[in-house]
T-cell receptor, first 113, second 112 residues
Framework: GAGVSQSPSNKVTEKGKDVELRCDPI?????LYWYRQSLGQGLEFLIY????????KSGLPSDRFSAERTGGSVSTLTIQRTQQEDSAVYLC???????????FGEGSRLTVL | GENVEQHPSTLSVQEGDSAVIKCTYS??????FPWYKQELGKRPQLIID?????GEKKDQRIAVTLNKTAKHFSLHITETQPEDSAVYFC???????????FGQGTTLQVKP
């Protein structure tokens, strides 16, 4: 595809359930980011993958959050035992390290009831 | 780690006036400073960026200035138009890590 693709676009789940959010970056982009945006709030850094380096997980808010990037391409963000405060839009972005510009996906809107 | 502070959180100007948004960063090793614009319901998009080897960059009605000594950088929008209304985010990163940290955002409203 031409841009960063995220799925699902919307997810409603019950408190305590696990969710998986998927990000398909632009082909050839070695850097991949996950950010969280709560309603009317800023872009909270979660995790950063760069090539084959170990990911920077310093932004993950708790051990219920984890992310993988398989084969240097697709990434999955997993939230276990969801809580209501996890409700937000989860944005994925990718970039070529030479330019620095981030290309964002449309986001996955998560609602935890 | 890097911390980016942005202000004001909201800014309202009349069409045609200028708007200025300011950011400070904590890590003196940061050397890349982009600005993103997010229109309502849309994804953030890069509008301008500056690297630490220059002090100012302009692109039509938009300019960014960087003061490395003071660790702050600013976005200047001149001759504002209603379509400039959006949320603007500053960010900072180091080239050796690439991790991009964003400020809290500024909601700009341009009144016709």
């Amino acid at each position: 595809g031409a841009g960063v693709s995220q799925s699902p676009s919307n997810k409603v789940t019950e408190k305590g359930k696990d969710v998986e959010l998927r990000c398909d970056p632009i082909s050839g982009h070695t850097a991949l980011y996950w950010y969280r945006q709560s309603l009317g709030q800023g872009l909270e850094f979660l995790i950063y993958f760069q090539g084959n380096s170990a990911p920077d997980k310093s932004g993950l808010p708790s051990d219920r959050f984890s992310a993988e990037r398989t084969g240097g391409s697709v990434s999955t963000l997993t939230i276990q035992r969801t809580q209501q405060e996890d409700s937000a839009v989860y944005l994925c972005a990718s970039s070529r390290p030479t330019t620095g510009e981030l290309f964002f996906g449309e986001g996955s809107r998560l609602t935890v009831l | 780690g890097e911390n980016v502070e942005q202000h004001p959180s909201t800014l309202s100007v009349q069409e045609g006036d200028s708007a200025v948004i300011k950011c400070t960063y904590s890590d003196s090793a940061s050397n890349y400073f982009p600005w993103y614009k997010q229109e309502l319901g849309k994804r953030p998009q890069l509008i301008i960026d500056i690297r630490s080897n220059v002090g100012e960059k302009k692109d039509q009605r938009i300019a960014v200035t960087l003061n490395k000594t003071a660790k702050h950088f600013s976005l200047h929008i001149t001759e504002t138009q209603p379509e400039d209304s959006a949320v603007y985010f500053c960010a900072a990163s180091m080239s050796n890590t690439g991790k991009l940290i964003f400020g809290q955002g500024t909601t700009l409203q341009v009144k016709p």
